[in-house]
């Protein structure tokens, strides 16, 4: 798939499905091979999108979900311009933990905003910006639950029931029915999944 072009990569699904544990494996291997890179994640990528992020993920905020849309897009044009578009013209593979698809479903779908007018809104403000290729991470709810139990930081979106998953769940399978998407079953050992991606991009 990669062929020498640049090339824009997303991360997506729930919490705990294994997103960031392939992007240090996909990282690694980048290094190893001498390919040219950077990794960025979303909110966040450039210094007023992490601070965005802190306002955003944090436990005891009093702000409406269109609010919290609207910093969203700020903070992800804001990234588009200043971290992403540039890195992919110099030619790097640039991969996101997370983009646009997780407010989509996050804010679009699961608070109710509405995936149409919300993806209407990403097309009007930020020109359809998507990814060239999405890994979409799917894990069964208990599964979720089980993994987030060990973990010790915790944000907002950590600290939801099994509904709430289900409902994420839901939304990406509204959302994914696009060539841009690569299923990755997140059940599967890390090694496994790594291979996969990486045949998937072509490396
Ligand atoms: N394929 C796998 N099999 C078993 N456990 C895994 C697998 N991938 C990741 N894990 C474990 O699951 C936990 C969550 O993984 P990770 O942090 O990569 O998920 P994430 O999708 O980035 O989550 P978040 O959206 O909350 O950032 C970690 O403890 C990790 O070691
Ligand atoms: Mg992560």
Same mark, same amino acid.
């Given at each position: 798939?990669?062929?020498?072009?640049? %090339?824009?990569?997303?991360?997506e699904g729930p919490e705990a499905s294994g997103k960031?544990?392939? *992007?240090?494996?996909?990282?690694?291997?980048?290094?190893?091979?001498?390919? &040219?890179? *950077?990794?960025?994640?979303? &909110?966040?990528?450039?210094?007023?999108?992490?601070?965005? /992020?802190?306002?955003?993920?944090? =436990?005891?905020?009093?702000?409406?979900? !269109?609010?919290? *849309?609207?910093?969203?897009?700020?903070?992800? !044009?804001?990234? *588009?311009?200043?971290?992403?578009?540039?890195? %992919? +013209?110099?030619? =790097?593979?640039?991969?996101?933990?997370?983009?646009?698809?997780?407010?989509?479903?996050?804010?679009?779908?699961?608070?109710?905003?509405?995936?149409?007018?919300?993806? =209407?809104?990403?097309?009007?403000?930020?020109?359809?910006?998507? &990814?060239? +290729?999405?890994? !979409?991470?799917?894990?069964?709810?208990?599964?979720?639950?089980?993994?987030?139990? +060990?973990?010790?930081?915790?944000?907002?979106?950590?600290? +939801?029931?099994?509904q709430f998953h289900n409902k994420i769940a839901l939304?990406?399978?509204?959302?994914?029915?696009?060539? /841009?998407?690569?299923?990755?079953?997140? !059940?599967?050992?890390?090694?496994?999944?790594?291979? =996969?991606?990486?045949?998937?991009?072509?490396?």
């Amino acid at each position: 798939m990669r062929r020498n072009k640049p %090339l824009f990569v997303s991360f997506e699904g729930p919490e705990a499905s294994g997103k960031s544990s392939q *992007i240090i494996l996909l990282k690694n291997f980048l290094i190893k091979n001498k390919i &040219p890179y *950077i990794v960025t994640r979303e &909110p966040g990528g450039t210094i007023i999108s992490e601070k965005l /992020r802190n306002i955003i993920l944090q =436990k005891k905020n009093n702000i409406t979900n !269109l609010e919290e *849309i609207l910093l969203l897009m700020a903070a992800r !044009l804001n990234h *588009i311009n200043q971290v992403i578009e540039p890195n %992919l +013209k110099k030619g =790097k593979l640039v991969i996101s933990d997370r983009f646009a698809d997780s407010t989509f479903v996050y804010q679009g779908f699961v608070n109710g905003f509405g995936i149409k007018k919300i993806q =209407k809104l990403h097309k009007d403000l930020l020109n359809n910006f998507l &990814p060239t +290729k999405t890994f !979409l991470f799917k894990l069964p709810s208990n599964e979720i639950i089980k993994r987030l139990k +060990k973990r010790k930081i915790k944000n907002k979106y950590d600290i +939801k029931d099994i509904q709430f998953h289900n409902k994420i769940a839901l939304g990406y399978k509204q959302i994914s029915n696009s060539k /841009r998407f690569t299923l990755i079953n997140g !059940l599967m050992s890390k090694d496994k999944i790594h291979k =996969k991606i990486l045949k998937t991009l072509g490396l």
